[in-house]
């Protein structure tokens, strides 16, 4: 039983996080343009700042205010998680469009900040609004409804999402420093209106199950 619900956090913390990482952000602008002068393994080396910025947080959920909430409290973040997830999912099918276009059409970033990968996986992390409404949103309603079946299991839902970011931005960095892009406009814009669609339906799943922990297997 264990076995199987770290399986489903890491399935479900890769999937609401794969959401996140397709749609284009500084991040993404950055690891591609590291891509075309230094090769593929920039994009690895741009998620472990990104990592090292969520560690931080994480554990400022996982050892914070997961001890202080009580289920009253949880009852309450997961349905404000909830609405916040269905409000992403409707911005992502909103701007699909858009995002996929700049996010296929891009070449170079004029972001000059610095030239090391960890660090400016770092810096355009936390300079970037989206992360920190997305931690003291959803982000933290997940974690912590997670956290209610056990610190394994809330770990394996941070594991599955910081693997989503490492897979997705290892491909894109691998597809630009070979000098193609990895998805055409159309692909990308349809991906991306599937990951709005899951997130508005989560959302709404989330915010029914606040009484229970998630069991989705």
């Not at 602008?29 to 075309?36: G, K």
């Not at 899951?198 to 029914?208: A, N, P, R, S, T």
């Amino acid at each position: 039983m264990l076995t199987i619900e770290i399986f489903r956090a890491l399935l479900l913390g890769f999937t609401i996080g794969l959401t996140g990482a397709l749609v284009p952000g500084p991040m993404l602008f950055a690891t591609i343009e590291l891509s075309l002068k230094r090769g593929w393994f920039a994009g690895p080396e741009v998620v472990f700042g990104h990592i090292l910025a969520e560690l931080v947080v994480t554990m400022l959920i996982l050892f914070g205010a997961a001890s202080l909430v009580s289920s009253g409290t949880i009852s309450a973040i997961s349905i404000i998680g909830g609405f916040s997830l269905a409000v992403f999912g409707l911005l992502t099918v909103k701007g699909a469009k858009a995002a996929a276009s700049s996010g296929a059409s891009l070449e170079a970033s004029d972001l000059k900040l610095t030239s090391n990968p960890i660090a400016l996986g770092l810096i355009t992390s936390v300079s970037n609004p989206y992360f920190w409404i997305w931690w003291l949103t959803a982000g933290s309603a997940l974690v912590l409804k997670e956290h209610e079946l056990g610190i394994l299991i809330s770990v394996a839902f941070i594991l599955g999402h910081w693997a989503a970011d490492l897979s997705w931005f290892t491909a894109v960095s691998v597809s630009f420093s070979r000098g193609k892009a990895l998805l055409s406009v159309r692909t990308h814009k349809m991906i991306l209106y599937a990951c709005g669609a899951f997130l508005v339906i989560f959302g709404f799943y989330f915010m029914l199950s606040y009484n229970n922990p998630i069991q989705l297997s």
